[in-house]
Nanobody, 127 residues
Framework: QVHLVESGGGLVQAGGSLRLSCAAS????????CGWFRQAPGKEREWVAG????????YYADSVKGRFTISRDNTKDTVYLQMNSLRPEDTAVYYC????????????????????WGQGTQVTVSS
């Protein structure tokens, strides 16, 4: 399993931007597909974006498409989530997920037992 640590969360006004980072250690990061999820208070965890091991394929939830960009730098063992045009409804704890996959595609983690998870980073968007 790979160990994941998220960072970059914080408080931002609506319309602002943040960039989240997820640093990996413990395994060959380039063997892993990655995704970002979020969980708002009182709500279930929802998938936000995913990226293949090479970065060649990216996927987005409709709610963030056109505003968020997922990317990765395998030389730094890090995956990023650039969040622009933030809205109050984007407020949540954001989690990084990674699982072994060299197929070139991405699968949304069906539950908490799928792959590795970070501890989360809080994003708060004020109106």
């Amino acid at each position: 399993q790979v160990h994941l640590v998220e960072s970059g969360g914080g408080l931002v006004q609506a319309g602002g931007s943040l960039r989240l980072s997820c640093a990996a250690s413990g395994r060959a990061f380039s063997d892993y597909a990655c995704g970002w999820f979020r969980q708002a208070p009182g709500k279930e965890r929802e998938w936000v974006a995913g990226i293949s091991w090479s970065g060649g394929m990216t996927y987005y939830a409709d709610s963030v498409k056109g505003r968020f960009t997922i990317s990765r730098d395998n030389t730094k063992d890090t995956v990023y989530l650039q969040m622009n045009s933030l809205r109050p409804e984007d407020t949540a704890v954001y989690y990084c997920n990674a699982y072994p996959d060299r197929s070139g595609s991405y699968s949304i983690a069906p539950d908490d037992s799928f792959g590795s998870w970070g501890q989360g980073t809080q994003v708060t968007v004020s109106s």
